[in-house]
């Protein structure tokens, strides 16, 4: 029996992933170490098939957001590479931090005095690292505070501080004040200079080798979207997202595209409807704005981008039949969709680009050396997370090894 088409999709290529990863490794100091950041499924590209990879390739670390995502890559038999939490902790979740082996971020004496609390309790210890604000103003708290806090967590008997750390605000766009902040750390550096260190991203590990410390922390780069536009010609995009024309119908002039007829043909088109919608993480705000390539050609949308479906005119893309690949991000023939294309149309970043691409769309895994090959995951929520203690051991079937097909094939 002929295998179903996908209608939209994400390729996930794990070659260009190494490839990045090489660069990173080539611009990061021989004694840093590299934390790979995989937090909000990988940016997108998801979580557990990227971690292995990355991890394979030699990442030393990998930084998530929370205790949740350390528990998958835990019962995903990721089971000895360390894990950075970036977010702060809830004080719920520190028992599950301290099972699953992961290194919560802290800021303040109270987390330090609970986290060891919970250790404690469970006849172990527990390491954690530790922020300073120097200007980002999320977690952390600035100078003398942080210090006076730190020295009083370095007490905790069950406590280990491995690391103290800081995060740029602007480091993709403004090196004068990431100078500023690395000088309001180097004021501090004194008071912990036995410590372990990390400040940059991957922008900052661009602006200046100096910041990579003991640890870079590094996401954007990995998955070849540059923080810097030069960064474009180094690095190669990792995600290729992918829809398929569900319809082809020829419109005379005078006739409407779409919910709130915002679009009028002024003359004659063949428009092709695709099936990608804002409910698979394609944003509203391309509507009437963005282009898609169809047969190499960059096409673009007419009318609203709705909930499943959205219009684009394919009259310059002669030939295109029902079931034609169409690409939403990434490379066709001569021509490629950067994030970054999307990301400007939209009024956003990069990131939330490739980060919206929702649950309903499947990653097909091409060339991973850590997966057969064309393996195809779907985002899966944990059933029964909510018994939260049990989890860290807990199977989750993540991948089914179907083939990717075209339907015509
Ligand atoms: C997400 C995150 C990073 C990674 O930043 P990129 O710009 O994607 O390299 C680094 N540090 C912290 C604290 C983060 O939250």
């Not at 530790?130 to 600035?142: H, N, P, Q, S």
């Not at 990069?350 to 097909?364: D, L």
């Amino acid at each position: 029996m002929k295998e179903r088409p996908l209608r939209c999709w994400a390729e996930i290529d794990g070659s260009a992933l190494r490839h990045n990863l090489a660069v990173v490794r080539s611009r990061v100091p021989q004694e840093t170490k590299l934390i790979a950041v995989v937090k909000a499924n990988a940016y997108g590209h998801g979580l557990v098939p990227v971690a292995k990879e990355l991890v394979l390739g030699g990442a030393d670390v990998l930084g998530v957001s929370n205790v949740e995502e350390a528990a998958e890559l835990r019962a995903a038999g990721m089971t000895t590479t360390p894990i950075l939490l970036l977010s702060a902790c809830l004080p719920g979740e520190f028992r599950q931090a301290i099972e699953c082996r992961a290194w919560p971020t802290i800021s303040t004496y109270e987390e330090a005095r609970r986290l060891n609390g919970v250790a404690e309790k469970a006849g172990t210890r527990v390491s954690a690292h530790f922020k300073i604000d120097t200007g980002m103003g999320r977690l952390g708290l600035w100078g003398a505070d942080a210090v006076k806090e730190l020295k009083r967590a370095e007490r905790l008997p069950a406590l280990n501080i491995g690391a103290v750390c800081t995060h740029f605000s602007s480091a993709d766009e403004d090196p004068e004040r990431t100078e500023e902040q690395w000088a309001e750390l180097l004021r501090w550096r004194p008071h912990f200079a036995d410590k372990a260190l990390h400040v940059a991203n991957s922008a900052a590990l661009w602006r200046r080798t100096i910041y990579a410390c003991s640890y870079v922390r590094v996401g954007l780069a990995l998955y070849g979207l540059p923080p810097m536009p030069f960064l474009r010609r180094l690095l190669r995009p990792v995600m290729s997202w992918k829809t398929r024309i569900t319809l082809l119908r020829h419109l005379p002039a005078g006739r409407t595209v779409s919910y709130g007829a915002t679009y009028l043909l002024r003359k004659a088109q063949r428009l092709a409807t695709l099936a990608v919608g804002y409910g698979d993480g394609y944003a509203r705000a391309l509507s009437n704005r963005a282009q898609v390539l169809v047969r190499s050609n960059r096409c673009r949308i007419r009318g609203r981008v709705t909930m499943d479906q959205t219009v684009v005119d394919v009259t310059s893309a002669g030939g295109c039949k029902v079931g034609d690949e169409v690409v939403l991000l990434g490379s066709q023939g001569d021509q490629i969709i950067h994030a970054d294309e999307l990301a400007k149309i939209a009024g956003t970043i990069s990131y939330e680009i490739v980060t919206s691409v929702g649950v309903r769309v499947p990653r097909v895994y091409r060339d991973f050396h850590s997966l057969p090959e064309g393996v195809r995951t779907r985002t899966t929520r944990r059933r029964g997370s909510r018994q939260a203690d049990a989890s860290c051991s807990k199977e989750i079937p993540i991948a089914t090894s179907r083939t990717l097909r075209s339907p015509h094939a």
